[in-house]
């Protein structure tokens, strides 16, 4: 049988309220490394199918592994910004979310 657990927010809450800056540092510097250890994990999969698109042979990563890297482009584009209730990592490339959750055709590569 599974076993749940209730998230007790009080004291997170309580934290927010009492400390709102030191909270704020902490989100902040937790987006700093997120997208710091995404753009170091790019380009370090193993190797998946090769195909050729216009004079340049792609190597894809295997699915489930990070992109490897092309032109540099998506790792480049990635970054963070403020939002009204933490921070946000994002990236600037319309194909950066379909290798994220993947489609009909390709596999997710998180």
Do not use: C
Not at 67 to 95: H, I
């Amino acid at each position: 049988m599974a076993k749940f657990s209730q998230l007790d927010k009080k004291k997170l809450q309580a934290m927010i309220r009492e400390q709102p800056l030191l909270v704020d540092r902490v989100l902040g510097e937790t987006a700093i490394g997120i997208v710091e250890d995404a753009q170091k994990s790019m380009g370090s999969s193993p190797p998946g199918a090769s195909y050729k698109r216009g004079k340049i042979v792609h190597v894809a990563s295997k699915a489930g592994y990070p992109p490897n890297v092309d032109t540099g482009a998506l790792r480049a584009s990635l970054r963070f910004r403020k939002v009204s209730n933490g921070y946000r990592v994002e990236d600037g490339m319309e194909y950066g979310y379909y290798l994220e959750v993947g489609t009909s055709r390709i596999k997710p590569r998180p």
